[in-house]
């Protein structure tokens, strides 16, 4: 096969740490993004991670951005940025397109890191300017520096409804609520208090039902959900705000891997249809490789060890590295995700992880 | 209208950039250079950036991150450019899309 | 704690803090400035016991378990507060005078208080009940951004009190 060594489809953490990990032991990579400057979703992370000191505790996403940044360059890792692949062929072959021109790209072995998209949330006046996503409130405060709204109602209490409803608080607007559909709060205890002690509402077993407004939101519709989810009659209120944040989880951004014709698995407690891949992230198709929310929405912190793992198996595959090594970084960082994966939040990913790998494993 | 965030308590003290002028429906509007139209017309309280085709609908910022083209506007002459990680320079002529929007753009 | 125990989403209740590891007796609150961590959830995370410099707090291995206060040894030094990634550690000091108590808690929002305001204090749920003055705002680079703010507050509010009403309102 020929073509480039290594090629890695999005830099975000995982892309990130996975040119790193195989630039170090010597593979010529090239590192696409299709945004005009890498680190995925790090950048807009102003809070500090969680986890032990090797796992970045107590440090900002930002910070970790600019290292692993400065560190690729140092790797003298090609990066091409504003270039996105639209295309992947014959399971080697990228199409790309680059300053408005096509290119195409061979590679003898490619690392998919393309993330994750947040997922839509369709009531009654949901297209109206003023709905958005999560994310995209985070992106336009914390990395444009504008506040989208200033009245915010924010749909989900998973850690992304939790943490950006602070960083709403920070950025100096108002969050008159939280809704959460479920009986209970979705994310963390600590970030639920945070925001609870700042006056911000959790409102559970409630949802919205419809965004009005004439040309752009200026009220949301909510009401109360019986225990089957149903909306109970009666129970509607009505908030003044300007801005509606959907915050209803992620979903594999996998095109690339269905046109690829990788198998896949539904695991919903990993964000819904997931490429299968074996314990070194390699999918179904050989040279072909999976690493962070692409490969199950989970944290920076698991995005980061499997973009290593995706880096280990390729330099032994382009002959590197011995076997022996593989293995023996392949544990280190198999012991890290095992760690990071436990607890109440962590079980149910770990469980899902090894249904996946276990139905691919060679 | 001014919406955007000077000062933060993480991010700190924003930066001080070039400003540039960009012409949006005709009115002039302040950006920073390269920062994303979206960004630089949300920060003036813009939240229409185009109609659909059929029922004529307002559309605004809704991923932020150049995925659901809601954001995209006639820039240069240009339809469906994602406002969103399209950087402005100085002169941009931005008009709000009416549904797919029409080439004009000379080759 | 698991949470299913939690009587109010989003609301630590008193009962659920007194009965974790991180959570000081009364009487050890009675004898002067100590630590109050209110983790009452695993998740992995250790920032906290690094941060002490006694040796007061310990989550060992695995590291989801819930940190733990040894009450002997806290000196209500506060060091733990800011590198908490959850701002879920305080230091109470019921010493502080013969009505009041202080209260020293993470801060990251602008604008920061300034020493000698009186601001609200704010309980677990952001309802304001009693007067806050400002007696120390350390925001030093070693904390990386997260303010440590101490309040002076009526004694009685010293396990309610953990946040203030942004200076300025």
Known sequence: MSGAELVIVGAGPAGLTAALESAKSGVEVVLIDENERPGGQLFKQIHKFFGSEEHQ???????????????????GVKIMLNTTVWGIFNKNTLGLVTQNK??????????????????PLAFPGWTLPGVMGAGAAQTMINIHRVLPGRRILMVGSGNVGLIVTYQLLQAGAKVVAVLEAMPKVGGYQVHASKIRRAGVPILTSCTVVEAKGA???????ICSLDSQGKNIKHTEKKLKIDLICLAVGLSPLAELCWMAGCKFKYLSALGGHIPVHDEYMQTSID??????DLAGVEEASTAMEEGRLAGVAVAHSLGYITKQE????????????????????????????????????? | MNMRIVEHPILGKLEKKKKIKLWVNGRQLEAYENEPIAAALAN?????????????????????????????????????????????KNGMRIQTQKGLGKWSVKK | MTKKSRSIPGEVSLKDLENC???????????????????????????CETACPSGAIIVGKPIIN???LVEDKCKGCGLCIAPCPGLAIFVVDKTYSENKATVAFPYEYLPLPEKGQVVKGLNRKGEAICDAEVIKVMNIPKNKKTAVVTVAIPKVYSNQVRNIEPAGG
Request: with cysteine; charged share 30%; proline share 6%.
């Open chain 3, 66 to 68: 819930l940190p733990r």
């Open chain 1, 215 to 221: 040309d752009s939101v200026d009220e949301a519709i």
């Open chain 3, 21 to 47: 590891p991180g959570y000081p007796a009364e009487e050890r609150l009675e004898q002067g400035p100590v630590a109050v961590i209110e983790c009452i959830e695993k998740i992995p995370c250790n920032p």
């Open chain 1, 326 to 362: 593989m293995e023996e970084r392949k544990k280190v960082i198999w012991d890290s995700l095992q760690f990071l994966r436990t607890g109440p939040f962590g079980e149910m990913r770990q469980k899902a992880k090894n249904e996946l790998i276990k139905k691919w494993s060679k």
């Open chain 2, 44 to 88: 003036t309280g813009l939240k229409v950036f185009h109609r659909t085709q059929e029922l004529n609908e307002p559309r605004g910022i809704f991923c932020a991150i150049g995925r659901c083209t809601d954001c995209v506007m006639i820039v240069d002459g240009q339809p469906n450019v994602r406002t969103c990680v399209t950087p402005a």
């Open chain 1, 287 to 292: 040279g072909l490789y999976v690493a962070g």
């Open chain 1, 57 to 75: 505790a107590g440090r900002r996403g930002y910070e970790i951005g600019y290292e692993l940044l400065d560190k690729c360059k140092e790797a």
């Open chain 1, 102 to 119: 096509t290119k195409i790209l061979q590679a003898k072995n490619i690392i998919l890191a393309t993330g994750a998209s947040e997922n």
